[in-house]
C-alpha cells in the first residue's frame, strides 16, 4: 500500500508530499478532516470502555503520559517532544507498510514508522492494514516503556541481520506474537500489550475472555516455528511474565536458533504441543 486505502491517504501522498528515500512523509496534521478525527474519538472512546482492567498498566501509563485522548488524531510534532524525552523515540510518518529493510532501519535508530491515514466509517472494527489509530494508540504508548523501547531498537536491529542471514519468516513471527499479539501476566490476571489487540474492540474481548484460543507462556523458539493468522483472530496468543524476560530472552545471537529451527518443522497456529505451558484465562 502506498497512497493508502482511504480517500484521505490518497490525497494527501499526491498533494502535499513527495515520499523520500526512507519512506518517510510529512504528517500534514491541520490537512486532517472533522470528520477524521470524529473517527479517532469513536475509537477511542471504544478502547476506552474495551481496555479497561484488560490492557496492560504500562500501555495504559504510555497513553496517559503521551496524552493520547479522545479530542481527535494526535499532531506527532507534539507526541515527538514527549516521546523523545521519556525514552528518546521518536514517531515518523509513513504512507503505509514500508519494505522491511527500512522497517528495521527506523526501528533500530528508534524511529516508529507510523501511517497518517485513518480507517473510514465502515473500516471501525477490521482493516488489513496499519492506519493511524493503530500505529498510534495501538503501539506508541508501549514506547514511553524503557524496557519495551529497547525491545523494539532490538527488534530493528535484529531484523537487519534477520535479513542478511534469510530467516525473516521466523523473526517476523516473534514481532507477531509479541509486539502485536501479545499478553503478559500479572497478579491481577492476565493483561493486553499487543498492539494489533489494544487496537481492536472485539480481539480485545475475546484474547482475554473467549474460552476459545490457547494462552501459553513464551517460548522463544516455539514462537518463532508458529505460523500466524492475519485475517482473524488469532488462535494462539503467548503470555510473558514481564518486560524484563522478553527482553533478556532475546537478548542473545539469534544465529543459532535459526541454524536449528531450518531443520524443524513449523507449528500451526492453533497447535498445542505437550510441552507447552497452557494458561488459565482470567482476570
Ligand atoms: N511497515 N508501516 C509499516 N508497519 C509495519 O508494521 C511493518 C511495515 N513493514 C514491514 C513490517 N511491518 C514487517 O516486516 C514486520 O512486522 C516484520
Ligand atoms: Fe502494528
Not at 492475519?230 to 544465529?255: G, K, M, N, W
Request: aromatic content about 12%; some cysteine.
Amino acid at each position: 500500500m502506498q497512497a493508502g486505502r482511504s480517500e484521505f491517504g490518497t490525497t494527501r501522498s499526491e498533494s502535499a508530499t513527495a515520499t523520500r528515500a526512507d519512506f518517510t512523509i510529512e504528517q500534514n496534521w491541520d490537512s486532517y478532516s472533522e470528520s477524521d478525527h470524529a473517527i479517532w474519538r469513536t475509537l477511542f472512546h471504544r478502547q476506552e470502555s474495551a481496555l479497561r482492567g484488560r490492557a496492560c498498566r504500562e500501555f495504559l501509563d504510555g497513553l496517559v503520559g503521551l496524552g493520547v485522548a479522545a479530542d481527535g488524531i494526535p499532531d506527532f510534532d507534539r507526541l515527538n517532544r514527549i516521546l523523545g524525552a521519556a525514552t528518546g523515540w521518536r514517531i515518523v510518518a509513513v504512507p503505509g507498510l514500508v519494505p522491511d529493510d527500512i522497517f528495521f532501519e527506523h526501528l533500530a535508530n528508534r524511529r516508529f514508522p507510523s501511517t497518517c491515514f485513518i480507517r473510514r466509517p465502515e473500516q471501525l472494527d477490521y482493516l488489513q492494514e496499519p492506519d493511524i489509530f493503530h500505529d498510534v494508540f495501538g503501539h506508541v504508548p508501549m514506547l514511553m516503556n524503557p524496557v519495551f523501547a529497547d525491545y523494539m531498537e532490538a527488534y530493528g536491529k535484529g531484523g537487519l541481520k534477520a535479513l542478511r542471514l534469510g530467516s525473516l519468516h521466523h523473526l517476523a513471527r516473534l514481532y507477531w506474537y509479541t509486539v502485536e499479539f501479545g499478553l503478559i501476566r500479572t497478579p491481577q490476571g492476565l493483561r493486553i500489550y499487543g498492539s494489533g489487540i489494544v487496537s481492536s474492540k472485539g480481539e480485545s474481548i475475546y484474547a482475554l475472555d473467549s474460552p476459545r484460543p490457547n494462552r501459553i507462556a513464551f517460548d522463544l523458539l516455539r514462537i518463532m516455528r508458529t505460523r500466524y493468522r492475519i485475517d482473524d483472530f488469532q488462535e494462539t496468543y503467548f503470555v510473558i511474565d514481564s518486560f524484563d524476560q522478553l527482553f533478556e530472552a532475546t537478548r542473545p545471537d539469534f544465529t543459532p536458533y535459526y541454524a536449528r529451527m531450518k531443520d524443524m518443522q513449523d507449528i500451526g497456529p492453533g497447535e498445542v504441543l505437550p510441552e507447552d505451558i497452557v494458561l488459565h484465562r482470567g482476570r
